[in-house]
Nanobody, 126 residues
């Protein structure tokens, strides 16, 4: 079992930045690839970014490429999502998730993940 707790969400103006953190506990954090997803009201949960267990493989959704950066610190059991140049359309609840998968295609799929955090709200005002 892996427990995930997100933090760092909030209200920010368009063009601003936020850094989300996801602290993991339970099983060995470095055994898992980690992903960030987001869900806006009335919409499906969408892939944002993923990072392999060692950090060598990183993937982004096209909508955030060049603006968001995912990273991890295995010594701190934490994965981060640095979000810059935020837009109103980035408004959503952001979730981190853990999976044993490492296949690039699977890392973008909600159903590939075994554990999820409770989410943190990000609101970007125009």
């Amino acid at each position: 079992q892996v427990q995930l707790v997100e933090s760092g969400g909030g209200l920010v103006q368009a063009g601003g930045s936020l850094r989300l953190s996801c602290a993991a506990s339970g099983r060995t954090f470095s055994d898992y690839s980690m992903g960030w997803f987001r869900q806006a009201p009335g919409k499906e949960r969408d892939f944002v970014a993923a990072i392999s267990w060692g950090g060598s493989n990183i993937y982004y959704a096209d909508s955030v490429k060049g603006r968001f950066t995912i990273s991890r610190d295995n010594a701190k059991n934490t994965v981060y999502l640095q979000m810059n140049s935020l837009k109103p359309e980035d408004t959503a609840v952001y979730y981190c998730a853990a999976t044993h998968n490492f296949n690039r295609g699977l890392l973008a799929v909600v159903g590939s993940y075994d554990y999820w955090g409770q989410g943190t709200q990000v609101t970007v005002s125009s």
